[in-house]
C-alpha cells in the first residue's frame, strides 16, 4: 500500500451575518452569506448570497406579498430596482462592518 501525503490545506469561514436598514415606516432586514478565506494577513470575501425579510410597521410581511404591493405602488420591474440597490448598500456596509478586515 502506497503512503498518502497531504499537499495543501485550505481554511475558510462560512459567515452568516444579519444587518438592518430603517426606511421609516418600512424595515428591511438582509441576512447575508459570505466565504471568508484567510490570505496571507488578510481576508478574502465572497458574498454567495444576500436574502431580505421585510416588514412593515415592524410587523414581517410574505415576501410575494410585499413584492406585489410595491410593484402596484411604484410600477412594474420596480422591485428587482429596489432589490438591487438594496443589495449594493448591503454588501457595502458587510464590508465595513464585518470583523474579518483586510
Known sequence: MSKI?????????????????????????????????PNDGDFEHEITDICFVYSVDNKTCKYVGFKELYEKLYGANSFM?????????????????????N
Open 5 to 37: 501525503t497531504k499537499i495543501s490545506e485550505q481554511t475558510d469561514y462560512s459567515v452568516f451575518t444579519t444587518m438592518t436598514k430603517d426606511l421609516g415606516l418600512l424595515q428591511v432586514q438582509g441576512e447575508i452569506w459570505s466565504i471568508v478565506t
Open 81 to 101: 430596482k429596489f432589490e438591487n440597490e438594496l443589495e449594493s448598500e448591503f454588501a457595502e456596509a458587510y464590508h465595513k462592518q464585518t470583523s474579518y478586515k
